[in-house]
């Protein structure tokens, strides 16, 4: 069974960049989808990027909130069996906790998620 590992987390102020890792072990996760959530304190679990499996990818093969379209970038690095999640332009509303997850294809509802990693807190100040 695959485990999952983000990291990358940190404190930035508004504007700033910040780049996330999930880092697999286990098995390879070339042909699983990975999706990005977030949760602020007390709310919900919510869906931020997903990125297809490698041979979905011709289809496009990414998938965006609304809220981050155009400042994230969710890509994949075979060689590490890691994705990644780059964020730019980081507002104060995107402070969270950011976990990675499998799934058997792209969605942006958590319940279709497993394999869920421990997470890594991102907070941008104002």
């Known amino acids: 069974q695959v485990q999952l590992v983000e990291s990358g987390g940190g404190s930035v102020e508004n504007g700033k960049s910040l780049r996330l890792s999930c880092a697999a072990s286990g098995s390879t996760i070339d042909y699983t989808p990975i999706g990005w959530f977030r949760q602020a304190p007390g709310k919900e679990r919510k869906g931020v990027s997903c990125?297809?499996?490698?041979?979905?990818?011709?289809?496009?093969?990414?998938m965006y909130a609304e809220s981050v379209k155009g400042r994230f970038t969710i890509s994949r690095d075979s060689a590490k069996n890691t994705v990644y999640l780059q964020m730019n332009s980081l507002k104060p509303e995107d402070t969270g906790v950011y976990y990675c997850?499998?799934?058997?294809?792209?969605?942006?509802?958590?319940?279709?998620?497993?394999?869920w990693g421990q997470g890594t807190q991102v907070t941008v100040s104002s």
């Open positions: 990125i297809a499996s490698i041979d979905e990818m011709t289809y496009g093969g990414t």
């Open positions: 997850a499998t799934t058997r294809k792209c969605a942006m509802e958590a319940f279709l998620y497993n394999n």
